[in-house]
């Protein structure tokens, strides 16, 4: 679960906040002043943070916790709350704001949705600096709105298993985004394989996806993986996807749905785990 920093000048409220929540499953550290959250060596998921304390106040200790914990997030509890308090706690960086008496479901409901969030935050701070770290081999660079635009669409869809279709005129770049994508994916420690079904000849390109087994046809000597196989567990980038022929389109949609292949030659399936991403210049 989350470790959480309550800070509470009121120690039966300190208390009971603390015991309910350890009950929950998280871990709790307390503070009874600004001093002591900031002297402490906790390291917050959350915190929960009364506004009113002793020593200084929580508004000036919300930008100090801010500036020491930048990844935590924090809730405002306080009984003294006005709506102008909530709005400059919430423009100084709290995630939400509760008033005293602490309603428990809706502290744990705020509490989950505070979590998903320093979740997600954690996990795009880490695509970013990964992506970041594969932008310049694949000559990706630029700072206009529509590269970060594109670079956003990145750390979103990346951590997933979703396949992805790049759409664009031709030169724009769709296969850097594909290897980006791969990069800051848990697939990216396996294989990234390229076809381009507009390069290869229609009757080639069947058994170059799915494979062949020895005597398929004439010339097949001996068994040969396809590129779905070689790509197992990592990532099938197919450039130009609108130049697959229909006949392919049914077979690459049994793989989406089966996540199985079968080589020419064979009735036999074989289990694949391939994400695939798509490109096309054409308007589909």
Known sequence: MAEILIVEDERAQREALAGYLRKTGHRVTTAASGTEALEGNSVPDVVLLDLRLPDIHGLDLLKKLREKHPDAEIIVITAYGTVRTAVEAMKLGAFDYLTKPVDLDELLLIIGRALEKHERDLEVSFLKEEVEKFRPQTGLIGESPAIKEVLSMIYRVAPSNATVLITGESGTGKEL???ILHAASPRKDRRFVAVSCAAIPESLLESELFGYERGAFTGATKPKPG??????????????????????????????????????????????????????????
């Open 177 to 179: 985004v594909a290897r």
């Open 227 to 284: 590129k779905f196989e070689l790509a197992h567990g990592g990532t099938l980038f197919l450039d130009e996807i609108g130049d697959l022929p229909i006949s392919l389109q049914v077979k690459l949609l049994r793989v989406l749905q089966e996540k199985e292949v079968e080589r020419l030659g064979s009735t036999v399936p074989r289990k694949v785990d391939v994400r695939i991403i798509a490109a096309t210049n054409q308007d589909l």
